[in-house]
Structure formats: C-alpha cells, structure tokens
C-alpha cells in the first residue's frame, strides 16, 4: 500500500549491525536523557531495492563500499515501529530491516569519526557486541546481537517498538 505520492505508507527503514573483531559499529548521539546509539541506516527512497537502500545508507553516512565486502549483508531481524515522538503529533511509523554486515579488519580502519552525512557531527564508535545489546539502542535490536553469526533466522521478527517498551531520548 503506498500514498498518493507513491511514498510506502509505512515507511521502511534499511539499517546494519557492522561487527568486526567481535565489537559493533554504532552511531552516537548526545542527548540530554543520556546517549542514544542507532544502527547505521536511513529510509528507503520510493521505489528503492532494499540491498540498494541498504548500500546507499552505509555509504552516505560511512562510506562504506558494500559492494567491495567479501560477503553480502544477511537479513537478521524485522522490527515493526509504532511511537509516539515527544514534539511531533500522531504516530510515528517504520518497519526496520536490521542487516548482518560482516567488515574486515582493514575496511574498519577506514571508518570516519563522525557520520559523514550527519549535521550534528555524531560519532561513529565501536562497541563490544555483549555491551551493545544492553545499550539503548534505535531500533532496539538487542535481541539479534546475541544470535550467533551462522544462526538461521527462524525467529526473524522482533518484539515490536511501542511507547510501553521504547522511550526517545
């Protein structure tokens, strides 16, 4: 179902849980509540592949050739979105497809210190995967963090992210 615009009328969000070495690659935001870390992504354009989508995001924000990685991203989860957000009115809506996105060791040491494509300069850290399931993280993924990496995905879809189990920050 799309708008009249041709818009997905849940917007869907493509996004990557980059490891290498057994640590996460995040996106840290400073916010007065605390930290807030988000998976590395964006909103597919209309009419947009999501392995285009996906390939997109990583590059605009940290210049990753998706395309040049041994392996290709592997689906690992689907977290269904629906918040309130503190200043917007309604419901806010996405359908997240969370990406397994293995980096090798040298492609890493190429990542940028800040998302490139970011305004408010916010940092690119990496995190151990044991402590990133326990941050506060957008989508709140930390359930497929834990899978091992060979895990089949038989229990693709998350528990979904409401105002009773997220809060904004």
């Not at 849940?10 to 605390?34: D, Q, S």
């Not at 988000?38 to 999501?50: N, R, T, Y």
């Not at 990542?111 to 408010?120: G, I, K, N, R, S």
Request: with cysteine; glycine share 8%.
């Amino acid at each position: 179902m799309t708008t009249t615009e041709g818009v997905p009328a849940v917007p869907v969000r493509v996004c990557a849980v980059l490891v290498e070495g057994g640590e996460l690659c995040l996106i840290r935001r400073e916010r007065a509540a605390g930290p807030q870390y988000s998976l590395p992504g964006g909103l597919l354009h209309a009419d947009e592949q999501v392995p285009a989508g996906l390939a997109r995001e990583l590059w605009e924000e940290l210049g990753l050739d998706v395309a040049a990685l041994p392996e290709p991203p592997r689906l690992l989860g689907v977290q269904d979105q629906v918040t309130t957000r503190p200043g917007r009115p309604g419901t806010f809506r996405r359908l997240h497809l969370i990406h397994l996105v293995t980096v090798p060791r040298e492609v890493r040491a190429a990542f940028p210190a800040a998302e490139l494509d970011a305004e408010d300069m916010a940092r690119v850290v990496w995190v151990p995967l044991a402590e990133a399931a326990g941050l506060h993280l957008y989508p709140a993924a930390g359930p497929v963090l834990m899978k091992p990496a060979g895990a089949a995905g038989s229990d693709v879809l998350l528990p979904p992210l409401t105002d009773a189990t997220y809060a904004w920050r």
